[in-house]
């Protein structure tokens, strides 16, 4: 049996059935992926359904111990009487409404769990990486560092925010990148003063900072790294935003560990930040987990007093935002082991003006 599965086995109790539908669970548990398919986990047993279209490669790939069957494609009343589930756990945060009242309607009789039971198992499970998920984690920040390295050279007033984000994507894209972890981000000048910005035609200016913020994918894994740099000169303003963003984030990665709380991993950054004045533009929250999605749990907000664990990749990204002037936001990657941390990112974060 799969140790993923075995995993989730050991949190279900006789008589409970997960219902495992969203892509990237259902990759977690059979290292398969497929546009279609479920997987039903209880104690004793684990079938993943697919359809036609997917079942020879779903045969081969599946690992031993979960049974794999053809389906025409929707959940069946009887399966889950073969299962003898009298209660059915589903993926609360990622059903639809549709999806339920069609669920509700096959269950008849069986009672669907919507709580958050499952979404709080899987997401526990997937929170804690293994080795083989850091590696990927890990190529795929190499592939982004690079895609930095090249990009940085090409940045000179004149260039555009969206030649900035189309050279890191043609980069990542070209040594290995199987996909961009999301929309890069390049902003610059005033536009770098709103966290999620959009690049657009704005011409990189003598005095702006530039802040970009990407990722690649390797096997499913996302990498994820903000760099903020200047062009021609700073003002002293500008330095001491810098400096504090960065003192922040070294901070965090100092303070960060096993055993304490999202909350308090939060406040490394955040007490730094606002010690210096600039609490009222910080908003956002200092992190959160990365893996098959680009962000999931742990989240590192201000009122999560979920654990950190040992084996959870998280960001340290704090940032200041003053509005219609400049932002710096800067982010690493750190692996959480029983000693300490990893830091999986090595690009070099010490202010470079351009
Ligand atoms: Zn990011
Ligand atoms: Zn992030």
Do not use: W
């Not at 993926?91 to 008849?108: D, G, N, P, Q, V």
Request: net charge negative; glycine share 8%; hydrophobic share 40%.
């Amino acid at each position: 049996m799969s140790l993923r599965v075995y995993a989730l086995q050991e949190r279900i109790s006789v008589g409970q059935g997960a219902l495992i539908r969203f892509p990237e669970n259902r990759r977690y548990f059979t290292n398969f992926i497929s546009s279609a398919g479920f997987l039903i986990v209880t104690r004793e047993r684990a079938l993943f359904q697919t359809d036609s279209r997917y079942i020879e490669a779903a045969q081969a790939a599946v690992p031993a111990g979960i049974e794999v069957r053809e389906t025409r494609g929707t959940l069946e009343a009887d399966t889950l009487r073969e299962l003898g589930i009298q209660k059915l756990s589903i993926e609360a945060s990622h059903t639809t409404i549709a999806a339920l009242r069609s669920l509700e309607k096959i269950c008849a009789g069986i009672e669907i769990d919507s709580g958050d039971f499952l979404d709080t198992a899987v997401g526990d499970l997937r929170a804690v990486k293994s080795r083989d998920e850091v590696e990927k984690i890990v190529r795929a920040q190499r592939i982004a560092e690079r895609a930095l390295e090249k990009t940085l050279a090409m940045i000179r007033p004149g260039v555009t925010e969206r030649e900035i984000a189309l050279s890191l994507d043609f980069n990542m894209l070209s040594t290995g990148a199987e996909a961009l972890s999301f929309e890069t981000i390049a902003v610059s000048g005033e536009n770098s003063s709103k966290p999620h910005g959009v690049p657009g035609d704005r011409q990189v200016c003598a005095g702006d900072f530039i802040t970009m913020d990407f990722g690649a994918v390797v096997d499913g894994y996302h990498s994820d790294m903000t760099r903020t740099v200047a062009v021609g000169s700073v003002t002293p303003e500008q330095r001491k935003v810098y400096d504090t963003v960065l003192a922040a984030q070294e901070a965090m990665l100092d303070g960060l560990r096993a055993g304490i709380t999202c909350a308090q991993a939060d406040a490394l950054a955040r007490d730094v930040i606002e010690q210096a004045g600039y609490g009222a533009y910080f908003r956002h929250s200092a992190g959160h987990g990365v893996g098959l999605e680009i962000h999931e749990p742990p989240f590192e907000g201000p009122r999560s007093q979920e654990m950190l664990r040992a084996g959870n990749i998280v960001t340290a990204e704090p940032g200041i935002y003053l509005p219609g002037r400049f932002g710096v936001r800067i982010e690493d990657m750190a692996y959480l082991t029983e000693q300490g941390i990893e830091n999986l990112t090595q690009a070099p974060k010490e202010l470079l003006v351009l």
